[in-house]
């Protein structure tokens, strides 16, 4: 059994990334207890690496942070599209110019995972970079999309999906693995764009389907009762509102509490938590007294066992936890938010989870409803395999098998 030095890249935004990324070597050190991982990821991602007992590069502290950029770019629950590309741009040359000046030139590692880490794929292809070491690529969605009428948006994204379906026709030599957080059926059965191939069948080709990855074993929180004690939660009906781990989608939460103050004339013991995520400069919600208000939970997966419902924005990571929680749950997509629109939305609509629901068109008082008639209700969807992050653990240690 060999102890190879493994480099994990996380500068996603949110923490559906790392915290799926801290899965996968969970499991890895368990089929390979030599193994050597350390990680260069954003400031909010550190923060649940560090506390996990994780190897952070000290470059790490150097890295741009995606999410001020998404911050900025989200405003009233829907996303421009074309300020959060153009506030990303920097962010995305600065990351790759630290990765390979910084990084890949100091130190030698056999294997690199990166996380959506589009900087490097697209660095080792447009800027002619080179990798001492073969790459595996994690992927939850495949294909971008514009969702507005934006003329400019639309050739944007057409332009990238070309580059990227060119880019990974000749990858055979590029060193670099891809893999999909799902499984093909997930992938939208329709072409990148306008004389480029189908996804599902490029995706078939082209990746390795790992399947959902959860970050705790369902069976230890089938007992709700034990969960509930444990967190100090009484015998009342609890709903669980959350944006994730940053405050994007915040005006929902203030939705959220609206929709408590008129749920409470019916259900007068209700209590509602609030999870509000880092602030990233923002004022907390305003919600009303009774409401608790918390920040960032980094196990917040035990408060959606914990809950009778859930309302949440519509993240893969939240609402895959949700599903295998078996916890009726509502989930707002971000508006022009492409992945959660339709990557997100399609997958929970084929495993027959969740309630979709649209922020513009719900009012407080549609939301309360809602909740009321779904609260503690027994869902009727088919148990989900959460078997990714043993099968991602699987694929990096199937290659550094191969490595000499």
Not at 28 to 36: A, D, F, H, I, T
Not at 71 to 89: D, R, T
Not at 304 to 331: Q, S
Request: hydrophobic share 40%; aromatic share 10%.
């Amino acid at each position: 059994m060999t102890g190879k030095n493994i480099l994990f890249v996380s500068w996603q935004g949110g923490l559906g990334h790392v915290t799926r990324d801290l899965a996968i070597v969970k499991e890895l050190r368990k089929q390979n207890p030599k193994v050597k991982v350390q990680w260069l990821a954003h400031p909010l991602a550190s923060k649940l690496i560090e506390d996990a007992g994780e190897t952070l590069l000290p470059e790490s502290r150097l890295s741009a942070d995606y999410n001020e950029a998404a911050a900025q770019a989200i405003i009233g629950f829907k996303l421009n599209l074309m300020k959060f590309v153009k506030l990303s741009n920097k962010m995305f040359k600065h990351n790759a110019g630290l990765f390979f000046r910084e990084v890949a030139s100091k130190y030698d590692f056999d294997l690199v995972v990166g996380d959506e880490s589009f900087e490097i794929v697209m660095a080792l292809s447009d800027l002619n970079f080179k990798l001492k070491c073969p790459m595996i690529m994690i992927e939850d969605f495949i294909a971008m999309a514009s969702l507005s009428n934006n003329p400019l948006e639309k050739i944007g994204a057409h332009r990238l999906n070309r580059r990227k379906v060119n880019r990974m026709s000749r990858s055979s030599d590029s060193g670099i693995t891809y893999a999909y957080v799902g499984k093909a059926e997930d992938i939208p059965n329709k072409n990148f764009g306008f004389l480029l191939p189908n996804q599902r069948e490029f995706a078939r080709q082209h990746y390795h389907f790992l399947g959902y990855i959860v970050r705790f074993d369902p069976a230890e929180y089938a007992d709700k009762a034990r969960i509930r004690t444990k967190l100090g939660y009484g015998n009342e009906p609890l709903v669980v509102c959350a944006t994730g781990g940053t405050s994007a989608g915040m005006e929902m939460l203030e939705k959220c509490g609206k929709a408590y103050i008129l749920l409470k004339k019916e259900i007068p013991n209700l209590r509602m938590l609030c999870v509000c995520g880092e602030l990233y400069g923002r004022k907390p919600p305003e919600l009303p007294p009774e409401v608790e208000v918390q920040s960032l939970i980094p196990n917040l997966y035990e408060h959606y066992a914990a809950c009778d419902m859930a309302v949440v924005v519509g993240g893969m990571t939240t609402t895959i936890e949700l599903t295998v929680l078996r916890r009726p749950f509502v989930y707002f997509p971000l508006e022009n938010q492409f992945d959660q629109q339709l990557y997100v939305t399609s997958r929970l609509t084929r495993l027959g989870a969740g309630i979709k629901m649209t922020y513009f068109r719900t009012t407080p008082e549609a939301l309360a409803q809602t909740i009321k008639a779904n609260i503690g209700k027994e869902v009727d969807w088919e148990p989900i395999r959460t078997d990714g992050a043993a099968k991602g653990a699987e694929l990096i240690e199937s290659l550094i098998q191969k490595i000499n």
